[in-house]
């Protein structure tokens, strides 16, 4: 027997993040975005509401949600004009140590992070020399007693300025010792309190968009032995569940960003007129629209099928980066045809439409640019050879 259990699912957490979201309207967001200044009271008001300590459970601190329960919550975020990519890392980050990490460092983070008193939502993978090529990359973790000494460089590590802990993954054994090139990688929980101006430097990216990105330098950084997540060489490893976790929720806020352009540009196709005509009586408007709509209707429906195999335990890599790839593809379609039906009014900032519009154009890159979920689904999927 089949079932079909659709709609406003998690109709509560919908109402109450909206209620929220109420309280930060566009020219909050505006104004923050021309200062290229961090979100601190619309994160406060996140954290207090305990929804980014949804994915973390009961026992410790946590909500204990299920990853769909995040997703909405995220979704609904962006549905409504705000944006979670100023803290979204706070929820699934700590992920890794929830599943590697050993019960002493669950005891002594994950309560903190729970309450907001901890910030961990910062992620350093990204190399600016190996890009999407992660297996190559080049920061070196060597343990040295009961310490190892990191030396490298990340880049594009979202919020390490606005982080207490950082998730690093370095190369602990170097590559041409180990048999294949994803063993030799290790995880990290480092502490940027103890080691910013000791080893540790931080510097911000000017981007398009107010991200609060940076690049992050390690000039014989020392981090305690115990900051190893899991098993040392099993880093990559440890990371891949955390990103199949990361690429459900991007995909979902990408949805909520396509629901946001989709519902204004739908409205404004109904009320500007134009040769004596709504503009959106014309075909050259509406079909966009409709395409819009269309597309999001189907990325949505693979975002709840990633969502509901990882909440059942159950191999969902094809379905996040698929979920990913429609989601970021869909939410790009439905900014650039409202945009379109702004006519020059989109290019007014009052409107909020240009600064969204260069918000959801970063889905289709990050946290992994669609060639390489195409990559995955050309190779692991359909058994066609590598191209790389
Ligand atoms: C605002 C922002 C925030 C970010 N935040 C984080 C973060 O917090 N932590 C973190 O670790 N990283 C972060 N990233 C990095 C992001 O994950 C990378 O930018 C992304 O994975 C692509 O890597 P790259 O920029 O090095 O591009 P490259 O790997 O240099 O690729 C460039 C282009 O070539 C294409 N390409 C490369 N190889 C292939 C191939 N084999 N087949 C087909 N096409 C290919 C890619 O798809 C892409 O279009 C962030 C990036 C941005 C812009």
């Not at 549905?79 to 929830?98: I, K, R």
């Amino acid at each position: 027997m089949t079932s079909l259990d659709y709609g406003n699912d998690y109709a509560d957490i919908r109402d109450q993040v909206r209620r929220i979201c109420a309280g930060f309207p566009g020219s909050y967001w505006q104004a923050l975005d021309e200062k290229a200044e961090y979100p601190h009271a619309f994160v406060d008001a996140l954290t207090e509401s305990g929804y980014l300590a949804a994915l973390i459970p009961e026992t410790y601190g946590g909500a204990g949600l299920p990853l769909r329960a995040a997703s909405v919550i995220l979704e609904t975020i962006h549905a409504n004009g705000c944006s979670a990519a100023a803290c979204h890392a706070q929820m699934y980050t700590m992920g890794t140590v929830l599943r590697y990490g050993s019960e002493a460092q669950k005891r002594k983070y994950l309560p903190g992070i729970a309450s907001g008193e901890l910030r961990l939502q910062a992620f350093g993978v990204t190399e600016p020399t190996t890009g999407s090529d992660t297996t190559q990359l080049k920061t070196r973790a060597d343990r040295q007693g009961d310490t190892y000494v990191v030396n490298g460089q990340k880049i594009w590590t979202s919020r390490a300025l606005q982080s207490d802990l950082m998730l690093l993954l370095a190369r602990t054994t170097p590559v041409d010792q180990v048999k294949k090139r994803t063993e030799g990688l290790s995880t990290f929980l480092v502490d940027l309190r103890e080691v910013r101006g000791k080893g540790c430097e931080i510097r911000p990216i000017k981007t398009m968009i107010n991200h609060n990105t940076t690049e992050v330098f390690f000039d014989n950084m020392v981090i305690p032995a115990d900051a190893l997540v899991g098993v040392e060489g099993r880093g990559f490893q440890n990371i891949l569940a955390g990103m199949n976790a990361e690429r459900v929720l991007i995909a979902s806020e990408a949805l909520g960003d396509g629901r946001y352009f989709l519902e204004r540009g739908v409205a404004y196709a109904k009320e500007r007129s134009v040769f004596g005509n709504p503009i959106g009586r014309n075909q050259g408007i509406a079909f966009p629209l409709a395409t819009a709509y269309a597309q999001l209707e189907a990325a949505e429906m693979m975002v709840r099928k990633a969502a509901a195999l990882y909440d059942a335990g159950q191999d969902c890599g094809e379905a996040a980066n698929i979920a990913k790839y429609l989601a970021s593809e869909a939410a790009w379609y439905a900014a650039d045809q409202t945009f379109q039906t702004f006519g020059g009014f989109a290019f007014a900032r009052e409107y909020h439409i240009e600064r969204k519009w260069r918000e959801v154009r970063l889905w289709r890159t990050a946290p992994i640019s669609n060639n390489m979920v195409l990559n995955f689904v050309a190779q692991n999927v359909l058994g066609l050879p590598r191209s790389y």
